[in-house]
T-cell receptor
Framework: GDSVTQTEGQVALSEEDFLTIHCNYS??????LFWYVQYPGEGPQLLFR?????EKGSSRGFEATYDKGTTSFHLRKASVQESDSAVYYC???????????FGQGTVLSVIP | EAAVTQSPRNKVTVTGGNVTLSCRQT?????MYWYRQDTGHGLRLIHY???????QIGDVPDGYKATRTTQEDFFLLLELASPSQTSLYFC???????????FGPGTRLTVL
């Protein structure tokens, strides 16, 4: 079945540091890829998505590029802020877009 | 913005107890989902539905039943709760032909 792997379980950075969270997927066909963010006490919310090879998704300074060759969708931000502290989930949708498969999540802590 | 509400927000029960978690969305979305969130596992899909009276099995359905009574309401039933079902449960909804899922605030369930 489909699967998503996030390499980092926890990431701790200082403000203005560069962020990378690695996401690799395994799926049949051509899934749509997503990054969701979850702030404390809330449900996840969509950050952005990408549907085609080499497409870049972006929002709020975060970005990721769909790479079908390496089956990856790594999240990056050039300069993190304390307000970016949250849990980040990589996810993919099945062919019919009926359901999402999520990665394990990465807890980002940004120290001021 | 889509509104998804869940009740109760917190629930404590005993092993063997009967629990119903409720979810309501007020945006006439076709699809509704139940997930559980556990550290190290991310979000895992329990059941989902694409309309009143419809039910689809997710990835971790054992020990759970669900019922979609109306377009707005989706319920998750645990008829013989076990400690392994202690978790944070999220409901989500989505409009047909759109990608984004909108999540509720979650219900924290503890089974003693």
């Amino acid at each position: 079945g489909d699967s998503v792997t996030q390499t980092e379980g926890q990431v701790a950075l200082s403000e203005e540091d560069f962020l990378t969270i690695h996401c690799n997927y395994s799926a049949s066909g051509y899934p749509t890829l997503f990054w969701y963010v979850q702030y404390p006490g809330e449900g996840p919310q969509l950050l952005f998505r990408a549907s085609r090879d080499k497409e870049k998704g972006s929002s709020r300074g975060f970005e990721a590029t769909y790479d079908k060759g390496t089956t990856s969708f790594h999240l990056r931000k050039a300069s993190v802020q304390e307000s970016d502290s949250a849990v980040y989930y990589c996810a993919l949708s099945d062919r019919g877009n009926n359901k999402l498969t999520f990665g394990q999540g990465t807890v980002l802590s940004v120290i001021p | 913005e889509a509104a998804v509400t869940q009740s109760p927000r917190n629930k404590v029960t005993v092993t063997g107890g009967n629990v119903t978690l409720s979810c309501r969305q007020t945006n006439s979305h076709n699809y509704m989902y139940w997930y559980r969130q556990d550290t190290g596992h991310g979000l895992r899909l329990i059941h989902y539905s694409y309309g009143a009276g419809n039910l689809q099995i997710g990835d971790v359905p054992d020990g759970y039943k669900a019922t979609r009574t109306t377009q707005e309401d989706f319920f998750l039933l645990l008829e013989l709760a076990s400690p392994s079902q202690t978790s944070l449960y999220f409901c989500a909804s989505r409009r047909d032909r759109e990608y984004e899922q909108y999540f509720g605030p979650g219900t924290r369930l503890t089974v003693l």
